[in-house]
T-cell receptor
Framework: AAGVIQSPRHLIKEKRETATLKCYPIPRHDTVYWYQQGPGQDPQFLISFYEKMQSDKGSIPDRFSAQQFSDYHSELNMSSLELGDSALYFC????????????FGPGTRLTVL | AQSVTQPDIHITVSEGASLELRCNYS??????LFWYVQSPGQGLQLLLK??????LVQGIKGFEAEFKRSQSSFNLRKPSVHWSDAAEYFC???????????FGGGTRLMVKP
């Protein structure tokens, strides 16, 4: 069965640079979620989109922005990167936007030097 | 605000022994509860979920969990642990709209031969 695809899988950036993470949901899934997992931490919810509209917002820094496109893929844009942004970024997808199971991708490991 | 507590940070069991991982949640309404498993450097795999109905839910890999409203708990169990079960286990609660998952701190399971 098709799963959530994230690219790139690994990314190394310098401080103050920008990064763009991409997420391709499971086919027919219309809802995308972004989570950040720091070293040794549990995943923290950042933001979600349902039918291309932002549906919920968590602890996402103002330096980050995200959107969902017409084909339902999503991109997380991160600017002015800081050392503390180094983490595993997960994308998850679900169908229907509510009360449904989120299926997670393999994550993008971002390292900021 | 919703929250999840996993009291045990690390648990070590012998292969073939039974397992119970504890999860307590705080949520004002009927919770949507999940257990995910994460192997090192990997994504989150859904083990099982509870939305409503039968309070004992069966999942993949021989895992089950029981929802106890009176105790605000959703403990994960397995009658006989295999070495391949060694991983980090996260309990999560979904908000009413099913958008935002809040994770517990995780329990790292080690399996002795």
């Amino acid at each position: 069965a098709a799963g959530v695809i994230q690219s790139p899988r690994h990314l190394i950036k310098e401080k103050r640079e920008t990064a763009t993470l991409k997420c391709y949901p499971i086919p027919r899934h219309d809802t995308v979620y972004w989570y950040q997992q720091g070293p040794g931490q549990d995943p923290q919810f950042l933001i979600s989109f349902y039918e291309k509209m932002q549906s919920d917002k968590g602890s996402i820094p103002d330096r980050f922005s995200a959107q969902q496109f017409s084909d339902y893929h999503s991109e997380l844009n991160m600017s002015s990167l800081e050392l503390g942004d180094s983490a595993l970024y997960f994308c998850a997808s679900s169908f229907g936007g509510q009360k449904d199971t989120q299926y997670f991708g393999p994550g993008t490991r971002l390292t900021v030097l | 605000a919703q929250s999840v507590t996993q009291p045990d940070i690390h648990i070590t069991v012998s292969e073939g022994a039974s397992l119970e991982l504890r999860c307590n949640y705080s949520y004002g309404a009927t919770p949507y509860l999940f257990w995910y498993v994460q192997s090192p450097g990997q994504g989150l795999q859904l083990l099982l979920k509870y939305f409503s109905g039968d309070t004992l839910v069966q999942g993949i890999k021989g895992f089950e969990a029981e929802f106890k409203r009176s105790q605000s708990s959703f403990n994960l169990r397995k009658p006989s642990v295999h070495w391949s079960d060694a991983a980090e286990y996260f309990c999560a609660v979904g908000n009413n709209a099913g958008n935002m998952l809040t994770f517990g701190g995780g329990t790292r399971l080690m399996v002795k031969p």
